[in-house]
């Protein structure tokens, strides 16, 4: 009987890691997409935006949406750009969802 509970608690472990590892990959997703979105509005584009995009997904990782958010309207506010945080967390919601159906698509 041990055993079947064994099982059971090893099929919610490996559950919980994918489950872990689908959303960091979808944050970091949503995070990039973000950050262009951003960059576009600081008149960034090209390879300007790509290394913007980039560098902000890296200083990120590990951190809460909130603290995600406020380090965007930061940059904006730095960049002379007006924008709702109602607005900026509508953009990050949709953004994840979108990423989060990439993930688990296996785009």
């Known amino acids: 009987m041990s055993d079947a509970f064994q099982d059971r608690e090893?099929?919610?472990?490996?559950?919980?890691?994918?489950?872990?590892?689908?959303r960091f990959?979808?944050?970091?997703?949503?995070?990039?997409?973000v950050a262009l979105?951003?960059?576009?509005?600081?008149?960034?584009s090209g390879a300007d935006a790509e290394k913007y995009a980039d560098a902000f997904v890296a200083t990120q990782v590990g951190r809460s949406d909130d603290d995600?958010?406020?380090?965007?309207?930061?940059?904006l506010e730095g960049g002379d750009v007006d924008l709702s945080d109602h607005r900026l967390?509508?953009?990050?919601?949709?953004?994840?969802?979108?990423?989060?159906?990439?993930?688990?698509?296996?785009?």
């Not at 990959?25 to 997409?33: D, E, F, L, Y």
């Not at 995600?68 to 940059?75: C, G, I, P, R």
């Not at 953009?91 to 698509?105: C, I, N, T």
């Open 37 to 44: 979105w951003v960059a576009d509005m600081k008149g960034l």
């Open 68 to 75: 995600v958010a406020a380090a965007l309207k930061t940059d």
């Open 89 to 107: 967390r509508k953009k990050m919601d949709e953004e994840m969802a979108e990423a989060l159906a990439s993930v688990k698509s296996g785009k």
């Open 10 to 22: 090893n099929t919610f472990e490996k559950q919980f890691a994918n489950d872990e590892a689908i």
């Open 25 to 33: 990959r979808a944050v970091a997703r949503r995070n990039k997409a």
